[in-house]
C-alpha cells in the first residue's frame, strides 16, 4: 500500500513540474461529458456515489454495483458544437472496469484557396476511448486508475496522444464527509498535427472535499482545480498604466491579490438529494465569472443548475451552464441499470 501511494505521490509531483505552461492540444478534455457534472459545473470528485456516469470523471468509484449499469448524455454549445459520452461497466475476475467513449463535432467549414474561392467543407472531430479501474483496499480509502486514447482530426490533419488520470478517495465511516485528490490528463501526444506543433495535454491537478448534512438532504462540495498552474488568470500581457480623465489619477496595470488567485481555484456545488424521485443541483465557478462575464452586464456567468428526475427504471438528467452573455451549454443524460429491468421481466 505506502509503494502504491508513494507511485500516485511521484506522479503528481512529476507532473507539476512538466506541465504548467504551453500550447495545449485535446482541450475538450476539460469539457463536461455528463449532465450531472454539468448540472453542478464540474467534476464531482468527493462523492461515493453508486451513478455510472461519475466514474468517468472519478475512476476511484468504479465498483460492483455499477455492473451492467449504462449512461449517456448529449450536449450542444451556443455554436452548435456538439459532444457526448457512453459509459458502461463490466465485471471480469480482475475486478470492475468501466469502459466508455466520448467524442466532440465541432461540424462542417467551409474551406477555400488562398484567394478566398470555395474549394470545399471539412470537418473537426475529437474523440476518445478509454476505461477505469479501482482498487479497494478497505471501504474508506480506494485510489482508481484510467486510460484513455485520444483522437483528433482536422481538416487533413490528425493527432493522437495517451492520457492518465489518477485518484485517491477518502470515505468518512459515516459518509458524509469525504475528500479526494487526483491527476487528470497526464500523458504525452505521440502523433502531433505537425512536426512543429509541440502540443502537450490540458494537464490537472485537483484536490476536492464534500459534506453531507445529516439531517438534511443537502450535499457541499469544494473543488480546488487547475492547482498545477498557480497563475491561471489571463492577463493582458499588453497592458499599460492609464489615466483616470476625471481625476487625472494613474490608474495601475491590474494584478490579482493572494485571496483573487485563490478564489480563481475554487468551484461550489450544492445538491439537493432527497430520497423522492427529483433531485436538484447547482455550482458555481469564480474563474469562469471573472473569465467570461460582460463587465456591464455579468448576469449568471459562472452559474450552473440541473436536476434529475427518476422515472420508473430509468433516471434523466439535465444540466445548463451559464459561461457568458454569449450562451449557455445545455447537456441532458439518460442512465438505467440492466439489473434492474431484468428484475421486472
Known amino acids: 500500500m505506502k509503494s502504491i501511494i508513494l ?36 467534476r464531482l470528485y468527493a462523492i461515493n456515489d453508486k451513478d455510472i456516469c461519475l466514474t468517468l470523471d472519478q475512476p476511484a468509484l468504479v465498483q460492483s454495483a455499477h455492473a451492467l449499469q449504462f449512461h449517456s448524455s448529449l450536449g450542444i454549445l451556443p455554436s452548435g458544437v456538439r459532444y457526448g459520452m457512453l459509459v458502461s461497466a463490466l465485471k471480469t475476475k480482475w475486478g470492475v472496469f468501466a469502459p466508455y467513449v466520448r467524442y466532440m463535432n ?36 480506494k485510489l482508481g486508475a484510467q486510460l484513455n486514447l485520444l483522437g483528433s482530426q482536422l481538416q487533413r490533419y490528425s493527432a ?11 470515505v468518512h465511516p459515516n459518509e458524509q464527509f469525504m475528500a479526494s485528490v487526483g491527476l487528470r490528463n497526464a500523458g504525452f501526444v505521440f ?43 489571463w492577463l493582458d500581457p499588453n497592458a499599460k498604466e492609464t489615466l483616470d480623465p476625471l481625476t487625472g489619477d494613474t490608474i495601475p496595470v491590474y494584478v490579482p491579490n ?54 420508473k427504471r430509468f433516471d434523466l438528467d439535465y444540466g445548463i451552464q451559464f459561461y ?20 421486472k421481466v
Request: proline share 4%; glycine share 8%; with cysteine.
Open 7 to 42: 507511485f500516485f505521490l511521484s506522479i503528481v509531483f512529476v507532473a507539476q513540474a512538466q506541465y504548467t505552461h504551453g500550447n495545449y492540444a485535446f482541450t475538450y478534455l476539460n469539457q463536461l461529458n455528463n449532465a450531472r457534472s454539468a448540472a453542478v459545473g464540474g
Open 106 to 141: 465541432y461540424g462542417d467549414f467551409t474551406q477555400t484557396d488562398a484567394n478566398g474561392q470555395t474549394t470545399g467543407t471539412f470537418n473537426a472531430l475529437d474523440y476518445n476511448i478509454g476505461s477505469s479501474y479501482a482498487y479497494a483496499p478497505n471501504p474508506y480509502f
Open 160 to 170: 493522437f496522444a495517451v492520457a492518465f488520470h489518477f485518484s485517491a478517495l477518502l
Open 191 to 233: 502523433k502531433d498535427y505537425t512536426a512543429q506543433s509541440g502540443s502537450k495535454l490540458p494537464m490537472d491537478i485537483y484536490g476536492a472535499v464534500s459534506y453531507k448534512l445529516a439531517h438534511a438532504p443537502f450535499r457541499f462540495s469544494l473543488v480546488g482545480h487547475s492547482l498545477n498552474t498557480p497563475q491561471n488568470i
Open 258 to 311: 493572494l485571496g483573487e488567485k485563490i478564489a480563481n481555484h475554487l468551484h461550489f456545488q450544492l445538491e439537493l438529494v432527497p430520497k423522492g424521485a427529483i433531485q436538484l443541483r447547482m455550482g458555481f465557478d469564480y474563474n469562469r465569472r471573472q473569465q467570461l462575464k460582460l463587465n456591464d452586464f455579468p448576469g449568471i456567468a459562472g452559474f450552473c443548475f440541473g436536476t434529475r428526475i427518476h422515472v
Open 324 to 343: 457568458s452573455k454569449a450562451g449557455s451549454i445545455q447537456t441532458i443524460g439518460l442512465s438505467t441499470d440492466l439489473k434492474r429491468l431484468k428484475k
